[in-house]
């Protein structure tokens, strides 16, 4: 029954952070200044500026899905109970970026697109 409480309970935090790297990653990680954020910002910027809302559903989708990704891999490396090789090592490194959000950018700047 513990195992079943912690599961949920991993699941629930898991999700709630996922949500907030998806909605707040753009503001943390992207802004370098040019784009602002969100409606409230806008009378900051001029509207040709504006980033249309397609590009705001696609950066909340990749950035949620990514935290997700490094939450179900760090559930994963969890539950086998160690870390062995190459490949639990790289999927440390996955859930590592996953989580703090750097998943995506990794993804975008390699050279495996």
Known sequence: MLVVILTI??????????????WY????????GAKLTY????????????????????EVFINFAGSM???ATAYYLICQGKIEGLSDAFLL????????GFLPWLLYKSTLK
């Open 9 to 22: 309970a991993y699941a629930i935090v898991a999700v709630v952070f996922s949500l907030f790297r998806g």
């Open 25 to 32: 990653a753009v503001t943390i990680l992207v802004t370098g």
């Open 39 to 58: 409606r409230s910002e806008r009378k900051l910027v001029p509207p040709d500026k504006w980033h249309h809302w397609s590009w705001w559903a696609h």
């Open 69 to 71: 990704i490094g939450w």
């Open 93 to 100: 490194l996955v859930a590592i970026a996953g989580i703090f």
